[in-house]
T-cell receptor
């Protein structure tokens, strides 16, 4: 059974550009959540999608957005990139409430 | 607002020692608590999941306990090995209304080094 797949693994972007990250959840998992990990702030929740609808949102600016498709795959977009957006972005999928979360390998975004 | 704290921040032990990692959280309205392992530059690997109604879970040399009323969990690692060296993260899934599955709130992690 394939795990959570995130693409690409690494990205280098310039300030002001935008970027799109992709996440394919474990087959059958309909909930997808995104997290940002930085050395200073640790792991912080970005947003959660279920059945193509955003169900929960963390405390991030509107430059961070996402969506989920009918096959449960999710994309995350960051517009007008800032140096502080450099981080490891992790996607997690879950089967149901009360069940565990399973994470992908992450996308390492570097903004220069 | 849920807050999760892990103690110690770092731990260095010789191979073969038994060790305990601690996690505390402020809001007991949780679905579950999950322990993860993270190797440098990699994603998170799930180690153990404890439901809010459970007291402990075991997997191999790992044992995790949960005391929801006091907001505490411990991860016990028996007979540690150099391959156990990694960052260990505790996360609680807070209860949420509606159709949300609830978000995970993470501690800052414990960096474990097991030397031969």
């Amino acid at each position: 059974k394939a795990g959570v797949t995130q693409t690409p693994r690494y990205l280098i972007k310039t300030r002001g550009q935008q970027v799109t990250l992709s996440c394919s959840p474990i087959s059958g998992h309909r909930s997808v959540s995104w997290y940002q990990q930085t050395p200073g702030q640790g792991l912080q929740f970005l947003f959660e999608y279920f059945s193509e609808t955003q169900r929960n949102k963390g405390n991030f600016p509107g430059r961070f957005s996402g969506r989920q498709f009918s096959n449960s795959r999710s994309e995350m977009n960051v517009s007008t990139l800032e140096l502080g957006d450099s981080a490891l972005y992790l996607c997690a999928s879950s089967l149901a409430k009360g069940r565990g979360s399973f994470f992908g390998q992450g996308t390492r975004l570097t903004v220069v | 607002k849920q807050e999760v704290t892990q103690i110690p921040a770092a731990l260095s032990v010789p191979e073969g020692e038994n060790l305990v990692l601690n996690c505390s959280f402020t809001d007991s309205a949780i679905y579950n608590l999950q322990w993860f392992r993270q190797d440098p530059g990699k994603g998170l690997t799930s180690l153990l999941l404890i439901q809010s109604s459970q007291r402990e879970q075991t997997s191999g040399r790992l044992n995790a306990s949960l005391d929801k009323s006091s907001g505490r969990s411990t991860l016990y690692i028996a007979a540690s090995q150099p391959g156990d060296s990694a960052t260990y993260l505790c996360a609680v899934r807070s209860r949420a209304g509606g159709t949300s599955y609830g978000k995970l709130t993470f501690g800052q992690g414990t960096i474990l080094t097991v030397h031969p």
